[in-house]
């Protein structure tokens, strides 16, 4: 019983993390959200967001493309208004990618709409049941594989 959960959770994970089905969420949720932000420029955004100002190099690992890749992905934010680049402190020849104040404002509305998105489409779930599994993912992350 416990090897069968492990399979089912193993074939979950891989439809999960599948490069299209991500693409796919952060095309829905990016709709209409004006110049610059896309399925592309998403993961950019949400991840400076959480981490902070990154090098393009330094990014390109988490997003899951090459840093001239992140590169022109961030030209486009820039040119949104959304990021700016500043100078790396520790290495003169690079720049960090920063948020602006609209950036964090995008990201925040993101956010939103994936929460919503996510919610609506929990909604059929009994009562009790989303949030049991929002602990138990929780839970999942911090105790699991990927802890």
Known sequence: MENQA??????ALGMLLRRSTRT??????????GEGV???????????????????ADLAPDIGV????????ASRLEAAGLLRREPDPADGRAHLLVLTEQGRAAVAQ??????AHIT???ASW???????????LRRFLTEGPFA
Do not use: W
Request: aromatic share 4%.
């Open 110 to 115: 993101l956010r939103a709409r994936l929460a």
């Open 66 to 73: 090459d840093r001239s890749g992140v590169t022109r992905r």
């Open 126 to 136: 009994p009562p009790g049941e989303a949030e049991r599994f929002a602990h138990d």
């Open 6 to 11: 492990g399979h089912e959770i193993a074939d």
């Open 24 to 33: 796919q969420l952060h095309r829905r949720i990016t709709e209409g959200m």
């Open 38 to 56: 896309d399925e592309l420029t998403y993961p950019v955004l949400s991840t400076l967001a959480r981490t902070g100002p990154r090098s393009a």
């Open 120 to 122: 609506a489409s929990l």
